[in-house]
């Protein structure tokens, strides 16, 4: 289920050279997302014996893989993908929209992940927003204390909007991942391939309001960082 892969990037592993794959699916449908692509997408478009060979090539030059998607949990090769990139040599994060606890806390006990960061995308009462299906949203705490408590690098992150997320919304999203060792502010931009266009509308979000909430929610999470 590879879509693609880019094959270098300096920003999407903090603190390493990556290389960073798309997984194809996905069980949400965010309102401003890019790769809107995936969503429905359930195939594979370039192997994964290609991909292997590149690493293999890249091991002086790359020092991760970042697993992104769609919504890589949900592809049933994920685990025995891991596996194989970590017996290369490589760092694996791992992005996730936490909707698949059992498959983060397999992968975190068998010690095949370095990296995960968790997109919280709204506060509980507006998650109806991204998730189809309320069980997913139901598993979004379980996710949290599983990445909260595992003992490896992690940050939570949310993309905001100020069309869809307000100041209070946060305040609800901070108590969401109380004690969380770092949170990360993402300003909505705008392009061709957002998913609803009417809703996210085309303005980028104003840095000041990125501020407002750091400042807000400075006392309740360790590190805030905005990009």
């Known amino acids: 289920m590879i879509y693609d892969y880019l094959p270098v990037s300096m920003v999407d592993y903090p603190g390493k050279i990556a290389t960073?794959?798309?997984?194809?699916?996905c069980n949400f449908v965010c309102p401003y997302c890019h790769n809107s692509q995936l969503i429905r997408l359930?195939?594979?478009v370039r192997s994964e014996a290609e991909f292997m060979e590149y690493l293999n090539k890249r091991k002086n030059l790359i020092d991760g893989v970042c697993i992104t998607g769609g919504?890589?949990?949900?592809?049933?090769g994920l685990y025995n993908f891991i596996k194989d990139i970590k017996d290369l040599g490589f760092s694996v994060k791992?992005?996730?929209n936490g909707s698949r606890p059992e498959v983060l806390e397999r992968l975190l006990n068998d010690d095949l992940l370095d990296y995960i960061a968790m997109d919280i995308k709204a506060p509980k009462n507006k998650y109806g927003l991204f998730a189809k299906n309320n069980e997913d949203i139901e598993r979004i705490v379980k996710s949290i204390n599983l990445i909260k408590n595992s003992g490896i690098d992690y940050e939570f992150r949310t993309t905001v909007n100020d069309k869809i997320l307000g100041l209070d919304?946060?305040?609800s999203i901070a108590d969401l991942i109380s004690g969380c060792r770092r949170y990360v502010l993402q300003a909505y931009k705008y392009s061709d391939g957002v998913l609803d266009k009417d809703l996210c509308g085309e303005k980028q979000c104003d840095v000041e309001f990125l501020n407002e909430i750091k400042e807000m929610l400075k006392d309740k999470v360790d590190e805030i960082l905005i990009r």
């Not at 960073?20 to 699916?25: E, H, L, Q, R, W």
């Not at 919504?71 to 049933?76: G, I, N, S």
Request: aromatic fraction near 14%.
């Open 20 to 25: 960073t794959v798309f997984i194809s699916g």
């Open 42 to 44: 359930k195939k594979t």
């Open 71 to 76: 919504e890589p949990t949900l592809w049933d």
């Open 94 to 96: 791992l992005d996730t």
């Open 169 to 171: 919304d946060f305040t």
